[in-house]
């Protein structure tokens, strides 16, 4: 049986009871793998650096030969040989030669030191030494950044840059990560026209589904975009059950209030079970939870900001538990109105901010109606107001809500 006028908590508790972390592993080649949850721990299969190298352009052989050498008597040593970085001197190193070497390259047996370039003399085929130097002096250990069997990443982990890096100085070509999370997105409503076509008297353009897809681009997911589905309970009940095999996840706007052409109801009732219909919150009270199959379906509002808001609320934890990804939850912090707002908040009510982190203040756009959509481009938060508040004045200490 569903539950009906439930807190956003219970919604979210709810959702989350049928949301299974993804558990399929595939391997994605390391260059795509940025952003991805390891499925796996990744251990060094060996020490990095590989071998004992120089840290600086000079001269490697060793200390023992240099032994009381001063800048009035200093020590001459043969150069015998040279080594890049890339390349390796294989023969041994006599005591009382030298062999010049390169940042990076690797120290030969018989040397257990490097000497700067520029402070030795260099001609007719020596190096002249005008101090001691000592055993592993300018010395860079094979392991010295990473042990072998040392852990790199850790199963669950999302990718960064630097773990990329890290891995590739290893030797991974590929890694073992948790496949991407398959959710689909579609508008309903015979009002909506799509972007770029003549609007038609009556019709509005269709800006939820590109708000909402472009936020999914924007976490990190990768959306089956199906664009809109008409106001017929029955087709859109079969195009939405197509979909069962091929998501985890399916979105709609609009379709989920008590109009002539809220369908999502009948749509809901065909193929699945209701898991609770309207939220107490505002604004985005209209939605509904439900699954179908293994598949589990969240309908939102179709007024824009109900839509925003209710994704980010109630959307995000079920996106995050999917994934496996904790960034993909939202924040939480106080903070202290510059502006008024003069409305009472009978219900529990999200009203769009912008917060700035270093001094807390909370400034709010002119516009808070849930059909408007122009101040959200300057907002990052919402403000979350009790139910029973009275107005709020400026200066008064809120919760909020970050969204970035």
């Not at 023969?91 to 030669?97: P, Q």
Request: charged share 20%; hydrophobic share 45%; proline share 5%.
């Amino acid at each position: 049986m569903s539950a009906q006028d439930i807190s956003v908590e219970q919604a979210v508790d709810m959702l989350l009871g049928r949301t299974k972390e993804i558990e399929d592993v595939e391997r994605v080649p390391l260059d795509h793998a940025l952003g991805r949850v390891l499925a796996e721990d990744m251990r060094a299969p060996f020490p990095n650096p590989p071998f004992d190298r120089s840290p600086l352009d000079g001269y490697t052989f060793a200390a023992e030969a240099t032994k009381g050498a001063t800048e009035r008597n200093p020590v001459r040593l043969a150069v015998v040989g040279e080594e890049c970085a890339g390349a390796f001197y294989a023969k041994r190193v006599v005591l009382g030669t030298a062999v010049r070497i390169m940042t990076g390259g690797a120290i030969p047996a018989g040397c257990d030191c490097v000497v700067r370039q520029e402070d030795v003399l260099f001609e007719a085929g020596g190096i002249t030494v005008p101090y001691e130097l000592h055993h592993h002096e300018n010395y860079c250990f094979a392991g010295e950044d990473v042990a072998e069997g040392a852990l790199l990443a850790r199963q669950g982990e999302e990718l960064s840059a630097a773990h990329i890096g890290v891995l590739a100085s290893l030797g991974f070509a590929e890694l073992p990560v948790y496949r991407r999370l398959r959710v689909a997105i579609a508008s309903t409503g015979d009002e909506l026209m799509l972007p770029g076509t003549p609007l038609a008297p009556g019709k509005i353009y269709n800006s939820n589904l590109y708000l909402l897809s472009s936020r999914l681009r924007e976490m990190g997911f990768d959306p089956m975009v199906l664009g809109m589905v008409p106001d017929d309970a029955e087709r859109a009940a079969a195009l939405i059950a197509r979909y069962r095999e091929k998501a985890d996840l399916f979105l709609t706007t609009g379709g989920v209030s008590v109009g002539k052409k809220d369908i999502m109801h009948g749509v809901v009732k065909t193929i699945g079970e209701r898991l609770f219909w309207r939220v107490c919150m505002k604004p985005g009270a209209p939605a509904i939870g439900y699954t179908s199959g293994t598949m589990l379906g969240i309908a939102l509002s179709g007024n824009p900001f109900a839509s925003y808001a209710t994704f980010e609320l109630l959307v995000r934890p079920v996106l995050a538990k999917f994934a496996r990804r904790a960034s993909v939850l939202v924040h939480h912090a106080r903070g202290v109105l510059a502006d008024a707002f003069p409305k009472k908040s009978l219900g529990r009510r999200f009203i769009r901010a912008h917060f700035d982190a270093g001094t807390g203040r909370v400034t709010l756009p002119e516009q808070h109606a849930s059909g408007t959509l122009s101040g959200l481009a300057r907002c990052n938060a919402f403000v979350e107001i009790p139910a029973g508040t009275s107005a709020l004045k400026a200066g008064a200490e809120v919760d909020v809500v970050l969204l970035k």
